[in-house]
């Protein structure tokens, strides 16, 4: 009985977060349609309908063997009857909850739970049929699909967390090989879980990097890294340089560079300690009404104490003084003392009809005392 208290805790939390919109992760759109689905594309590789039919027919023939025998031995305390049991119980909580309540089915990762459930529910099947007929024996071999298939496509030679978030070294090798042609930072698109992977590979190689993941996939971009789960991402003039198989990571480069014209170019020293936001640049940018402009910002930074917190911010304004855009970068992913380092960053900044002006600050949230010298802010418009 103390068992159910979990659950229903669990259950009365994904209730509240459900009210106030904070289940962002899954839907409500059918439990075979998101649940089962979700596993079968990424433990089996396919979409196919047909695929979830059969795992859920499978997952009944197993539950009915093993309730059949549950019936005959009146074991009811079998391993194989909780588990089946527990398994159908989370199930038909998952419609209820999703039907009453709006309550997201679990989708990917955190569905783990039922492919664990019905791995092991149709174990438990297949141990009840060997004993009565032997040669039930051969079916145990779907059991060995799994770990085998794992054996032979092991990813051995990085950890993979999501897939964005494992990013080789050679990726960030061959990026630096690009910035070193174009003569300037390259814009780098990717999704979001690319960041600060990214920029802390970056680090570990001696290098510094960030990613333009604001309005990911749309913009103008130098080089994108995609996921092959991103299927549906406008790679037209783009040639794929590199590929990780195991996770599915491509780097994409521009077949012809992107050409880049200097509309303004400013100089800064900023010393501050006293405001958390620090504007070096506020002003209208040539040509950001027109299309994509490229902020290039850099200095060399002097902390007096310990490490800082950093954080570089680009913001849009309308004509009207309004924020219509922005995005920051982490500079604490370069290094976390400053003695005078560098650092060097481009942005991509969406157009925007309605742009007035662009804003660029250090957000300094800590208040500690910072010296940038040799700061420059310079924009480029694109030309494709």
């Given at each position: 009985m103390f068992g159910l208290v979990p659950l229903l805790g669990a259950a009365g939390l994904a209730m509240l977060m459900s009210h106030f919109g904070l289940l962002y992760h899954g839907s409500t759109g059918g439990f075979v349609e998101v649940t089962v689905a979700s596993l079968v594309r990424f433990v089996l590789g396919t979409d196919e309908p047909a695929a979830s039919i059969i795992m859920v027919i499978m997952?009944?023939?197993?539950?009915?063997?093993?309730?059949?025998?549950?019936?005959?031995t009146r074991s009811w305390n079998s391993p194989g009857f909780i588990i089946a049991m527990l398994l159908w119980s989370e199930s038909v909580g998952r419609v209820i909850m999703a039907h009453v309540f709006e309550v997201n089915y679990a989708e990917d990762r955190t569905a783990l739970h039922t492919l664990l459930l019905f791995l092991l529910v149709l174990a438990f099947a297949l141990d009840r049929l060997v004993a009565r007929q032997p040669m039930a024996l051969v079916l145990c071999i779907l059991l060995c699909f799994l770990p085998t298939r794992a054996l032979f496509t092991a990813n051995k030679t990085h950890t993979l967390?999501?897939?964005?978030?494992?990013?080789?070294?050679?990726?960030?090798?061959?990026?630096?090989?690009?910035?070193?042609?174009l003569r300037r930072?390259?814009?780098?698109?990717?999704?979001?879980?690319?960041?600060?992977?990214w920029s802390l590979q970056s680090r570990m190689l001696?290098?510094?990097?960030?990613?333009?993941?604001?309005?990911?996939?749309?913009?103008?971009?130098?080089?994108?890294?995609v996921a092959d789960r991103f299927g549906d991402v406008d790679m037209a003039g783009y040639v794929v340089v590199d590929s990780v198989p195991s996770s599915g990571l491509r780097l994409f480069i521009r077949e012809q560079p992107l050409t880049t014209l200097v509309v303004a170019d400013t100089g800064f020293v900023l010393t501050t300690d006293t405001a958390t936001t620090n504007i070096v640049f506020s002003g209208?940018?040539?040509?950001?009404?027109?299309?994509?402009?490229f902020v290039e910002i850099g200095g060399a930074i002097e902390s007096e104490h310990g490490p800082v917190d950093l954080r570089l911010c680009t913001v849009v304004f309308d004509t009207l003084g309004r924020a219509v855009d922005g995005e920051l970068i982490f500079l604490s992913t370069r290094p976390a003392h400053w003695e005078g380092e560098t650092f060097h960053t481009t942005r991509l900044v969406r157009g925007r009809r309605d742009a007035g002006r662009v804003e660029v600050s250090l957000w300094n949230p800590h208040r500690s005392r910072v010296l940038i010298r040799e700061g420059f802010v310079r924009a480029y418009a694109v030309e494709q």
């Open positions: 997952v009944m023939l197993a539950t009915v063997v093993i309730v059949r025998r549950t019936l005959l967390l999501w897939p964005e978030q494992s990013v080789p070294d050679r990726f960030v090798l061959r990026v630096q090989k690009l910035e070193q042609e930072p390259v814009v780098l698109g990717a999704h979001r879980h690319v960041g600060l992977p001696g290098f510094e990097g960030d990613v333009n993941s604001h309005g990911w996939p749309l913009g103008l971009h130098d080089a994108r890294i209208p940018v040539p040509k950001l009404r027109d299309g994509d402009v």
